[in-house]
T-cell receptor, first 110, second 112 residues
Framework: SQQGEEDPQALSIQEGENATMNCSYK?????LQWYRQNSGRGLVHLIL?????REKHSGRLRVTLDTSKKSSSLLITASRAADTASYFC??????????FGKGNQVVVIP | NAGVTQTPKFQVLKTGQSMTLQCAQD?????MYWYRQDPGMGLRLIYY???????DKGEVPNGYNVSRLNKREFSLRLESAAPSQTSVYFC???????????FGPGTRLTVT
């Protein structure tokens, strides 16, 4: 089945720096979504970008989508200690299912 | 709104025992999902229900059964638990295809 794959898998940054994560996928999609998971919790939806969109912003989050390269990136600007979490991309091919990547662990050092 | 709730939060089973994980949502969503999360494997879809009265297999359905009891509730049953089913189980729901999913807090299951 189709899956998003995040890169890098683990990232450690200082508070105030930007964090960038990439996601690649293999087949066509209707949209791509990013989720955050704090330790021991369920996933929380962050942002959705449709296949006909190239860039989307939400607060300190910026997502890009390049359907020709089958890739997406998530940028968190001015990171905070509270951004420490795992981040997952998920692709929606339009079959009422999402395919999740393995996740990206981000540690923000105060 | 409570969102998506799951019970129990933790469970320890012996090999061969059975149990049912419960999930309920109060957002009037049509679709509901069961995932398992294992270290280094991300989330894998076990079963889903696109609408009340329908269920379909996901990536890893073997050893599990589901019931979409009504629009609110979607349960996952392990008939004969195996150590390979040790995992964290998440239930999720969404209004319609194409939107975001809302997740429950998870059930941590250990099978010894």
């Amino acid at each position: 089945s189709q899956q998003g794959e995040e890169d890098p898998q683990a990232l450690s940054i200082q508070e105030g720096e930007n964090a960038t994560m990439n996601c690649s996928y293999k087949t066509s999609i209707n949209n791509l979504q990013w989720y955050r998971q704090n330790s021991g919790r369920g996933l929380v939806h962050l942002i959705l970008i449709r296949s006909n969109e190239r860039e989307k912003h939400s607060g300190r989050l910026r997502v890009t989508l390049d359907t020709s390269k089958k890739s997406s990136s998530l940028l968190i600007t001015a990171s905070r200690a509270a951004d420490t979490a795992s981040y997952f991309c998920a692709t929606d091919p339009g079959n009422n299912r999402l395919a999740f990547g393995k996740g990206n662990q981000v540690v923000v050092i105060p | 709104n409570a969102g998506v709730t799951q019970t129990p939060k933790f469970q320890v089973l012996k090999t061969g025992q059975s149990m049912t994980l419960q999930c309920a949502q109060d957002m009037n969503h049509n679709s509901m999902y069961w995932y398992r999360q294992d270290p280094g494997m991300g989330l894998r879809l076990i079963y889903y229900s696109a609408s009340e009265g329908t269920t379909d297999k996901g990536e890893v359905p073997n050893g599990y059964n589901v019931s979409r009891l009504n629009k609110r509730e979607f349960s996952l049953r392990l008939e004969s638990a195996a150590p390979s089913q040790t995992s964290v189980y998440f239930c999720a729901s969404r209004r319609n295809s194409g939107g975001e999913q809302y997740f429950g807090p998870g059930t941590r299951l250990t099978v010894t």
